[in-house]
């Protein structure tokens, strides 16, 4: 039976943990990679319907501000002590981040294959 909240099948098998379902069409499962590199603002294409996803632009435009606020934090930190535990911090938040990165939830793109009829049919 198919989860009410993300769509996906559990009976077949639990999704992996960094693992998500694609926003159209629950069938296709995007890996840690490919969810990484959504967090890096690329966009995905499902091998099982084409359609393109995302990572959800707000909570992503938030995190970046993270990623900046530990960058100018620990960097100037840093530049002002010269103490080098300051440069191992900001690599650990860095990783910290990354690994938050993979939970950002996926957003559906509309592309040409998700056009409504109506809309093919003004073109
Ligand atoms: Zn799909």
């Not at 084409?50 to 100037?76: E, K, Q």
Request: charged share 15%.
């Amino acid at each position: 039976m198919p989860c009410p909240l993300v769509g996906a099948d559990y009976s077949t098998g639990v999704l992996p943990m960094f693992s998500s379902p694609c926003p159209h069409c629950f069938l296709g499962r995007y890996g840690w990679w490919p969810k990484y590199r959504a967090a890096k603002w690329l966009t995905l294409s499902c091998s099982e319907c084409g359609r393109r996803a995302c990572s959800h632009p707000l909570p992503l435009a938030l995190l970046y501000i993270f990623y900046l606020a530990d960058v100018v934090n620990f960097g100037y930190l840093y530049v002002l002590q010269k103490d080098p535990l300051y440069l191992l911090a900001m690599f650990l938040v860095w990783i910290v981040l990354d690994v938050i990165s993979l939970r950002m939830p996926l957003a559906a793109m509309r592309s040409a294959n998700n056009i409504s009829k109506e809309e093919r049919d003004k073109q």
